[in-house]
């Protein structure tokens, strides 16, 4: 009976391990529909949003995926590698610190034909190096997409150019 409570206290342990660090067997950058029972684990780190972490408010949230976006941009431009044409499904998973962990992604069907393993290197080597400008009380995620050049992504609504403020 002893060595019955014991495994099952052990197995306990190994359990909450799991739940405790369910991502530490992810690598940084997957492609979505990869590693699919601990990219579903990651929901229960990374608790907040990007909306949420910017306290609702739509237009700083957009503001902080632009700079992102931007910044990818840049440095693609910076080490030569053309992320033109490319149009992408991507999920980041940020720290407090704005510090990227993990980025997953799926090429969209109207996107330029990139070798993903190529698309996975360059995202990997991005996040090592970004770091988004907010200081957050949690870890957070935001599902959204990008498409590139940048300059293509309306920065204002019409609404707003005909003298309303919705940004988007």
């Known amino acids: 009976m002893v060595a019955l409570a014991f495994s099952f206290a052990e197995g306990q342990d190994r359990s909450s391990k799991k739940q405790t660090f369910p991502e530490l067997s992810l690598p940084k950058v997957f492609l ?37 976006l931007d910044s990818m941009e840049s440095y693609a431009n910076e080490i030569g590698f053309s992320l033109n044409g490319v149009k992408v499904l991507l999920n980041v998973f940020w720290n407090e610190d704005g510090s990227i ?35 957050a009380d949690r870890k957070f995620t935001h599902n959204g997409t990008a498409q590139f050049p940048t300059k293509l992504i309306p920065r204002t609504s019409k609404k707003q150019s005909m003298g309303g403020t919705t940004k988007y």
């Open 32 to 68: 979505i529909g990869e590693h699919e029972e601990q990219y579903a684990n990651l929901y229960e780190t990374y608790h907040g949003i990007l909306l949420s972490v910017c306290e609702d408010d739509m237009n700083l949230a957009f503001d902080k995926w632009m700079n992102m």
């Open 101 to 135: 962990q993990y980025i997953s992604y799926y090429l969209k069907p109207n996107s330029l034909n990139i070798d993903t393993a190529e698309m996975s290197a360059f995202f990997s080597s991005f996040a090592s190096r970004y770091r988004l400008p907010l200081v």
